[in-house]
Structure formats: structure tokens, C-alpha cells
């Protein structure tokens, strides 16, 4: 690509999925305190996990995720390695217990690699499918097919490529509720107390690849296989703060960064009233004509990633090199699906998707 004729103040604006921007706020400081992290003449990445200053950050991450999401005392919030996808593996591997099978909703990419991982472990049973409407809808909950001795009902509440989100949270009949959250957690305020197990990698909205966060009910914590892998156990890790092998100290330091700034900014509630404006004026700008076209229900679109192609497809190289030229970067729509993306998550500023609404207008006046 040519050389970037850059935003008005020389910014170029990331709407990448995954690794996703950060809070310029978190990287400055990240960068004040790379070389000498609280005056202990190293940075984060060089000090002992076990030391004061990192069992304090420690500490005081928890605490601060705990107030973010108003977590109730009987949970356990895990700091782990492995990502999403390790968890596909933990879940079963941790809460299983006695059952053999599970409830799996699909709805898209993701649960779908939840679902076969799963497979692994026990009989992961398909209860609810948005295969049949290309996943731009999912069947009303009064159809799904719960079983009431599956060890515990798996969904996604955000789909990260397909753009579907749900609107509420579904009701597991008394199994416990797990739930893929990694690009959505934090996004808003949310009722933890109707989870069994959240879990998310942290690169889409906590801060960067390598820490994964899961959060626990204290009574799942017994039922783990004897092949559970120790670094995956729920239960020994929480008997250890998490920090039963060495932990990711860098993702963790970031995510405690990241924390402080989402109080800074008020908070998740704060956060939801941003992030709503954000996708409306965006969903607004697709739906405005023909030219751009979102084919989610619209109940059902997410808040968080915005997939959209054009209605005449011929124009999409076109469209992706003169946003890029633009300074609208990583707007490719992930390869399974091709067209294009808009990642919005809490780090991007309200005015840069704005921008970007002003510039699909101006695209559309010149080739719609
Ligand atoms: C990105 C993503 C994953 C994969 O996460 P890894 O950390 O790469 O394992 C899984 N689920 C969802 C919803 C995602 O957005």
C-alpha cells in the first residue's frame, strides 16, 4: 500500500478485531514505566510474580475488576494462560464432574470451535443452531432443547466474526451457564451472579494477548477431571492466586492498567452509553441506503464488531485501499467471511467512528 495520507492530526485509527487497540492512556503509561517500574529499577517484565510490588498489582486488579463488574464474593476471578481457546478445553475439563454431556448453542466461527473441542471431553449436544438463518438470527429460547443433566449450557454471547450478539441472557434451567465472553467483556455492566464460568481472552477488550481472564463460581470448583491439566485447573489455581506457574506478568500488568482506566472513565455503565452511540451511528450509516448492507437481525447485531460488505462487491478492494489511504486501518473482514469489519471496542474514541462514518458517506457520493 502506498504511503498513508494520515488523519488531520497524523492519527491513523486501528479497527482491528483482535489484537485490538488500546487505550492510548494505558499504553503512555505502559511506556513512562517500561524501563523503571515502581522504582524498582526494571520493568514488569523483570521482577519476580512473587514479589511485593507484583502480588500488590495483583491484588489490586482483582479488586478493581471485581468493583468494574460488581463480581459477588462467592466467585473466584482467575488471571490464566492459553486464551479462549485453552478455555474451550478447561470448561469440560474442570466442571464436567459426573456428566457426560453438555448444552452447546451455536451461533457462528466461535461457538463452533467451542463446540468441537468440547467434543473431546464429552458428548458437546447442539441445543440451540443459527446455522439454518446463516446466523443472522438464532431461534427463540422457548425452542431450544436444554437437558437437564448436561453439565452445564455453553454459549457466546458476542461472535466476534459474524457480527451476532445476544440481547439477553439466556435462561440454562438450573445447569450452570458458561460463557465465551472475550469480546465483550467489560463492554457494559453485567450480572455475573447468572454465570456458572466466564471466561475471554484478553487481546479484544482487556488489554493485550496472553492473559486470559475466567471468572468462577465457587462451587464448580470440585469437579475438575483427573486430567485436567494442573495450569487449567480452576481450583488449584485459585487456591494459588492464580499464580501456580508463573503467570503472564506483562498481560497481567496491562489488564490491571486497563482496569483503572475503564474507572477512570466511569465505569462499564459509562462504557455501555459509549459503545451504544458508537454502533448506532455506524449501523445508521450502513442502513441509511443500499450502498452498504448489514444482514444481522437487527436485535441481534453486536455492539462490539461490525461486519458490513457492498452492495455492488466489485467495490470492496477499492473501498479497503482508500480507507487505508484514509488512515482507516484493518478493516478486512476476517477471511472465513471476507467483506468488511469494524472493530469498536471500549478503546476506540467515540470521533473515530464518527470519522469513519464520514468516510463511507463521502465513499458512497462518489461510487453509489
Ligand atoms: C478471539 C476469540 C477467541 C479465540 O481466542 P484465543 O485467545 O485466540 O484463544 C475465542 N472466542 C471468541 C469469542 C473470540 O473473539
Not at 70 to 82: A, C, D, K, S, T
Not at 220 to 231: E, M, Q, W, Y
Not at 270 to 280: D, E, L, P, T
Not at 342 to 347: H, L, Q, V, W
Amino acid at each position: 500500500m502506498n504511503a498513508l495520507i494520515l488523519q488531520p492530526k497524523g492519527h491513523v485509527y486501528n479497527f482491528s478485531a483482535g489484537p485490538a487497540p488500546l487505550p492510548r492512556a494505558v499504553l503512555e503509561q505502559a511506556k513512562d514505566e517500561l524501563l523503571n517500574w515502581n522504582q524498582l529499577h526494571a520493568s514488569v517484565m523483570e521482577v519476580s510474580h512473587r514479589g511485593k510490588a507484583f502480588i500488590r498489582l495483583a491484588e489490586e486488579s482483582e479488586q478493581d475488576l471485581r468493583d468494574l463488574l460488581v463480581i459477588p464474593e462467592n466467585y473466584r476471578v482467575l488471571f490464566l494462560q492459553g486464551g479462549a481457546r485453552g478455555q474451550f478445553a478447561a470448561v469440560p475439563l474442570n466442571i464436567k464432574g459426573d456428566k457426560t454431556s453438555a448444552d452447546y448453542v451455536n451461533s457462528g466461527h466461535w461457538s463452533q470451535s467451542a463446540i468441537k473441542e468440547g467434543q473431546r471431553y464429552l458428548n458437546a449436544r447442539v441445543v440451540a443452531d443459527g446455522k439454518a438463518s446463516g446466523f443472522t438470527t438464532m431461534p427463540d429460547q422457548r425452542e431450544w432443547r436444554l437437558s437437564s443433566d448436561a453439565a452445564y449450557l455453553h454459549y457466546t454471547p458476542n461472535e466476534t466474526i459474524g457480527g451476532l450478539a445476544f440481547p439477553f441472557i439466556p435462561d440454562s434451567a438450573g445447569v450452570p451457564l458458561v460463557a465465551d465472553m472475550s469480546s465483550t467483556l467489560l463492554s457494559e455492566p453485567l450480572d455475573v451472579s447468572r454465570f456458572g464460568v466466564i471466561y475471554a481472552g484478553a487481546q479484544k477488550n482487556i488489554g493485550c494477548a496472553g492473559v486470559t481472564l475466567v471468572i468462577v463460581r465457587d462451587e464448580l470448583l470440585d469437579k475438575s477431571s483427573p486430567f485436567c491439566p494442573a495450569i487449567l485447573d480452576y481450583k488449584l489455581q485459585a487456591d494459588k492466586g492464580s499464580m501456580y506457574n508463573t503467570p503472564p506478568t506483562f498481560g497481567w500488568y496491562i489488564a490491571s492498567l486497563v482496569f483503572k482506566w475503564l474507572k477512570s472513565q466511569g465505569g462499564l455503565k459509562a462504557m455501555a452509553a459509549v459503545n451504544k452511540r458508537k454502533a448506532q451511528k455506524l449501523y445508521g450509516m450502513i442502513d441509511k441506503s443500499g450502498f452498504y448492507q448489514n444482514t444481522i437481525n437487527t436485535a441481534w447485531r453486536s455492539k462490539m464488531n461490525v461486519p458490513f460488505t457492498l452492495a455492488d462487491t466489485s467495490l470492496e478492494s477499492r473501498f479497503l485501499a482508500e480507507a487505508e489511504q484514509a488512515g482507516f486501518l484493518y478493516l478486512k473482514g476476517h477471511r472465513a467471511v471476507g467483506g468488511m469489519r469494524a472493530s469498536i471496542y471500549n478503546a476506540i474514541p467515540e470521533q473515530q467512528v464518527y470519522a469513519l462514518v464520514n468516510f463511507m458517506g463521502e465513499f458512497e457520493r462518489r461510487y453509489g
